[in-house]
């Protein structure tokens, strides 16, 4: 029984881990990528094909963290009940 919860909360450690790490590689990479783009305005220079394209892959990576962070907090609402689903029969989540 003991290693059951051992292995629980090790899971949950590791899953809050990687929730924590992958909004802080989004976040690092934006901070870094605004910084490039207001270096680029104070230099007077136009932003490159490099930064246009992170600007595009920024948005990919939030929606990923935001699935990840979803699936995570979806899986720890009913990690007490395995079989409950948050519906009834019906396709109703109930009252």
Known sequence: MTSHNNTDRIIFVLQVMSISLIWLFVSGIGLWIFNLLFTAIKLNDKPNASVAISLVVIPIFVILAGTLTYVFVG?????NDPLETGTDEIGEHPK
């Open 75 to 79: 899986l720890r609402r009913y990690a």
